[in-house]
C-alpha cells in the first residue's frame, strides 16, 4: 500500500534519498522480485530475468508527497490513440516510454477505482 511504503520511507529512508528515488528503487525491486516470483512459481510464462540499473539523484517537489496539482487521467474507454496522446502530452512520453508505464502499472493495478479512478479491466470494447 501507498501508507506502508511512505511509512517506510519516513521511517528509514528521509535523511539517505528522496522520495523519488525512493519510489522508483521501490518499483524496480518490486518488478525483479516478481520476476522471480513468477520463474519459481511459473504462474505464467518463464520471463527472462532483467537486473535494473538504479540510478539515484531524483530531487523531490516542495510539497512532495502531496500535490495541489490535478491531472485527468485517461479514461478506461479511451483507445490507443486517446492513451497515447495523454502520455505525450502530461508527459512528454513517446510510444515505447508509454507502454512501458501502463505496463508496469498493471503490476500494481493502478489502485483501481483510488488510483485511476476506473475500475474493472482496460480492454477494447467488444461493442
Known sequence: SLAVLDQIYDDKFLVDLSRADFWVLSAVTALEESLKFNNANLTSNFIKP????????????????????????PSGHSDFNQVMDFFRREFGFNMRESVAILGAHTLGGASGTAGSGFGGFWKESSV
Not at 532483467?50 to 487521467?73: A, E, L, W
Open 50 to 73: 532483467v537486473k535494473f540499473t538504479f540510478k539515484y539523484g531524483r530531487c523531490d517537489c516542495s510539497t512532495s508527497p502531496y500535490t495541489n496539482i490535478s491531472r485527468g487521467f
